[in-house]
């Protein structure tokens, strides 16, 4: 008689035989879920459905509406397309994931010129694959039978990734004939991934787009911003100057003593991009008084904010800087989440009235108090700093309503100079396998909420999706509205922010919540080889988050 084991799920207790597929387990299941299931979690441990459970176990499962799952939909849709390549293009056809944009991410095919009518032959070949509903098999591999393979078939950038890390064994999957390395876990079949669209994008690219977690029912058309793509585009361009694309690039620059070099080009790029905007606002100071600068979480906008201030001064333009911060409401007048917390991320939890009431002062030539806001006793206080601005000089205001009118409503928008910014990452793991810029920009803040707050890593990633619902909601729709962008991503910083950030991560308990977006980081880190901070100078923006910042 089969051994029993005994599932515990959202506390039902359900009877399997010993060594059941979890994709089993997960049909009965599924009546709980809008979509398919696409992983489980065993005992806090992100498990692939084709694993055998052996013992009694808690689980639970994810669908695209989670972002865990979510991120398994959108790789997995990768493959596809991957595949789809293949078969439709020829087996030297390489397709080159470049980076994410409006829920998707930008793709282009190596050595193969591409256009319309290709692109949409490709979008129907990947929706055949999906009606075919291979089961993607998990093979582990030998990391050197891995490097044998990919050296065969002329990947380059796979063998140099596997030479850098340090695992014995490695993860493929195969659909059909093709294999493939991810970092990450995969659909358990093609066939759950039947929603998903290519957008040709000019120049020999495409979006493949895909239901967000945000939108789960359907992919939504692609919405093409312009100016973040061109951001994204020009720092392709110049890490393909510096020979400088994916991980393993980076691991031979340190591996070589070259680090110090590349941290001085890489603050180059990002200090030209300042003093560009500072002479853009120059040639407009006639109209323009308010600089306004906001972007997600942990993207620098503090030292950025500082540092155009001294570019824009060095021009002999006399700047103020006012933080939002300090016109939050009273806590006791704060609005409240429907769990019953403190919704600080809404503009409704500042006081625009008097906000605007003391710009519109100030742009008058009349002195105003400025609040200074109390978090410990949830109130503002007034303790005589006064400001007074003469008719030739700005304000800079920082924050994250900033690109928001209605924060500024008082102010013709012509007088109102918006910079969006974020860490717009261009390396990727591997041509298949991009870096999330909310990876770099979670373990930027995770550094920083430990050194500057006493949060530990656990602690930050839980407030990591209520952060990232504010961003959808308060930054992202007003993007397009700016007049400029800062990309304050620094090519060597993951190597820099793996000193720091491992100790922390290693850190989360097993049985914590956040332990799988931990072991998650944990292995995506393992692709870096470490660098010392010594050479990131005092005034980098990397410095917000490590520490040793000049600016107070």
């Known amino acids: 008689m089969a051994k029993k084991i005994k599932i515990n799920f959202r506390e039902k207790i359900y009877e399997f035989e010993s060594g ?8 009965v299941c ?6 398919p299931i696409l992983v489980g979690k065993v005992d806090n441990n992100i498990t692939a459905l084709n694993e055998p459970i052996t013992r009694s176990a808690t689980v639970e499962f994810y669908d695209r509406s989670d972002g865990t799952g979510n991120s398994i939909y959108g790789r997995t849709a990768q493959f596809i397309l991957i595949v789809a390549v293949k078969k439709l293009l020829g087996e030297e056809a390489e397709v080159i994931i470049e980076h994410s944009i409006d829920k998707g991410f930008y793709c282009e095919i190596e050595g193969v010129q591409i256009d319309k009518p290709v692109v949409q032959k490709l979008e129907q070949k990947m929706k055949e694959i999906s009606k075919q509903d291979y089961i993607i098999n998990k093979l582990g591999v030998s990391r050197f039978d891995a490097i044998k393979y990919f050296t065969k078939k002329k990947q380059k950038d796979k063998v140099n990734v596997l030479k850098y890390i340090s695992n014995t064994y490695v993860n493929l999957y195969r659909i059909d004939d093709i294999y493939d390395y991810f970092y990450g876990e995969l659909a358990y079949s093609t066939g759950q991934i039947d929603d998903f669209k290519l957008t040709y994008i000019k120049d020999n690219g495409f979006v493949l787009s895909y239901p967000s977690s945000y939108n789960p029912e359907m992919t939504l058309d692609y919405v093409h911003h312009s100016m973040l793509f061109q951001a994204f585009l020009d720092y392709t361009k110049w890490g393909k100057v510096l020979k400088i694309e994916n991980a393993a690039d980076l691991n ?7 680090s110090d070099e590349l941290v001085r080009l890489s603050e180059t790029y990002y200090n030209q991009q300042l003093a560009a905007i500072a002479e853009k606002i120059y ?11 906001a972007g997600p979480s942990s993207s620098g906008k503090t030292t950025s904010a500082k540092k155009l201030q001294i570019y824009l001064q060095s021009k002999g333009i ?9 016109y939050f409401l009273d806590r006791a007048k704060t609005p409240r989440l429907e769990n019953g917390e403190l919704d600080t991320e809404s503009l409704n939890s500042l006081d625009l009235t008097l906000f605007n009431k003391h710009l519109t002062e100030l742009l008058e030539g009349n002195t105003v108090e400025l609040p200074e806001y109390n978090f410990v006793l949830g109130k503002r206080e007034y303790k005589g700093k006064k400001l007074k601005i003469g008719s030739n000089d700005m304000i800079v205001i920082e924050g994250l309503h900033g690109l928001n009118d209605d924060l500024t409503i008082s102010v013709e928008r012509k007088n109102k100079f918006k910079i969006y910014i974020s860490p717009l990452t261009q390396l990727n793991i591997d041509n298949h396998n991009r870096i999330h810029t909310s990876d770099t ?21 839980n407030m990591w999706k209520q952060i990232r619902e504010g961003e959808e909601k308060y930054i992202f729709p007003f993007q397009d509205d700016a007049d400029a962008l800062i990309n304050s991503s620094l090519i060597y910083e993951l ?3 793996k000193t720091y950030a491992e100790p922390l991560l290693f850190a989360v308990d097993e049985d914590d919540s956040m332990y799988p977006e931990a072991l998650r980081l944990i292995n995506f880190l393992r692709n870096f080889l470490p660098m010392p901070s010594e050479d990131v100078p005092h005034d980098s923006v990397l410095r917000e988050f490590i520490g040793g910042s000049c600016f107070k």
Not at 284 to 292: E, F, N, R
Request: proline residues 2%; aromatic residues 8%; charged residues 25%.
């Open 252 to 258: 031979g620059v340190i591996a070589t003593g070259r």
């Open 283 to 293: 040639n407009q100071k006639d109209t323009v008084k308010l600089v306004l600068i």
């Open 30 to 35: 599924q009546m709980y879920f809008n979509y």
């Open 20 to 27: 059941t597929p979890l994709v089993e387990i997960g049909k």
């Open 495 to 497: 190597s820099v922010l």
């Open 441 to 461: 920009r979670k373990l930027r803040r995770i550094v920083r909420d430990n050194k500057y707050r006493g949060y530990n890593a656990a602690q930050t990633l």
């Open 318 to 326: 006399n700047v103020h800087q006012i933080s939002i911060d300090d």
